[in-house]
């Protein structure tokens, strides 16, 4: 495999959060997922400066590098290794960019969780938005704006806005902070989120660089959020739903 991009230590042990509140999303809107988390009206609980792009993020491979070439061949092979089940599994993936895709792992039918669910969703909205304004910054293109030629999944998707994984991000955030609160369930839990990342990658959409920059900033907000004592009574009340048999 080759080199990974990580957040800097530096940015996990200094960032600090704002102290705007935010009002939880109601249970039957918390199913919004991906780029229309980033249209909620809500102010943001982390405070966009401290999360400005250029501190988040290391920069993507440049374009024609060596690296980029390396990356550009595994995401070509991983999709060439794929069975016609895993191409299919990863299409679904990349159509459920939601907390459901964890239902499996967890045992549980988690849209049936309100307080767990907007929980969830909520982590998952405030990643969204730090991912997004990545993607904006850097305008990395994907795979198949690299390589037109490629087959990938979906139709109509942006090509430039690869770096960093908006489905990386909700598969870190939502998946790390479930097994933060499921801790019985948890290697289940980051296995499908390790899995669900995959999917980006067999999928042609994403370079794997893009999925490391997502997963280091999503664990961090994840635990962040977790330990926000404004979000202390929904946290709680997530735990007593996921504690019923």
Same mark, same amino acid.
């Given at each position: 495999?080759?080199?990974?991009?990580?957040?800097?230590?530096?940015?996990?042990?200094?960032?600090?959060?704002?102290?705007?509140?935010?009002?939880?999303?109601?249970?039957?809107?918390?199913?919004?997922?991906?780029?229309?988390?980033?249209?909620?009206?809500?102010?943001?609980?982390?405070?966009?400066?401290?999360?400005?792009?250029?501190?988040?993020?290391?920069?993507?491979?440049?374009?024609?590098?060596?690296?980029?070439?390396?990356?550009?061949?595994?995401?070509?092979?991983?999709?060439?290794?794929?069975?016609?089940?895993?191409?299919?599994?990863?299409?679904?993936?990349?159509?459920?960019?939601?907390? !459901?895709?964890?239902?499996?792992? %967890? #045992?549980? +039918?988690?849209?049936?969780? /309100?307080?767990? =669910?907007?929980?969830?969703? $909520?982590?998952?909205?405030? !990643?969204?938005?730090?991912?997004? %304004? #990545?993607? +904006?910054?850097?305008?990395? /293109?994907?795979? =198949?704006?690299?390589?037109? $030629?490629?087959?990938?999944?979906?139709?109509?998707?942006?090509?430039?806005?690869?770096?960093?994984?908006?489905?990386?991000?909700?598969?870190?955030?939502?998946?790390?902070?479930?097994?933060?609160?499921?801790?019985?369930?948890?290697?289940?839990?980051?296995?499908?989120?390790?899995?669900?990342?995959?999917?980006?990658?067999?999928?042609?959409?994403?370079?794997?660089?893009?999925?490391?920059?997502?997963?280091?900033?999503?664990?961090?907000?994840?635990?962040?959020?977790?330990?926000?004592?404004?979000?202390?009574?929904?946290?709680?009340?997530?735990?007593?739903?996921?504690?019923?048999?």
């Amino acid at each position: 495999m080759i080199a990974r991009y990580l957040v800097p230590s530096a940015l996990a042990a200094g960032l600090a959060l704002s102290c705007v509140q935010a009002s939880p999303l109601p249970p039957q809107m918390a199913d919004t997922a991906g780029a229309a988390a980033t249209k909620d009206a809500a102010p943001p609980l982390l405070d966009p400066a401290e999360f400005a792009p250029a501190r988040t993020f290391a920069p993507p491979p440049q374009r024609n590098s060596p690296l980029e070439t390396l990356e550009l061949q595994q995401v070509k092979a991983l999709r060439a290794a794929a069975s016609p089940e895993r191409l299919a599994q990863a299409e679904r993936d990349g159509e459920t960019e939601n907390p !459901t895709a964890f239902d499996q792992a %967890a #045992g549980r +039918d988690l849209a049936q969780l /309100p307080a767990t =669910y907007a929980l969830l969703t $909520r982590i998952q909205r405030e !990643t969204n938005r730090v991912v997004s %304004a #990545g993607k +904006d910054y850097f305008r990395r /293109p994907r795979p =198949y704006g690299v390589d037109p $030629r490629m087959a990938h999944c979906g139709k109509g998707k942006v090509a430039d806005r690869s770096y960093p994984s908006g489905h990386g991000g909700m598969a870190w955030s939502v998946g790390w902070a479930l097994a933060r609160l499921m801790p019985d369930r948890a290697p289940a839990i980051i296995a499908r989120a390790q899995d669900y990342s995959l999917s980006r990658e067999i999928c042609g959409v994403h370079f794997q660089s893009d999925l490391e920059a997502s997963h280091g900033v999503a664990v961090m907000i994840a635990d962040r959020l977790l330990a926000d004592p404004r979000l202390a009574d929904q946290v709680a009340a997530a735990r007593r739903e996921l504690a019923r048999p």
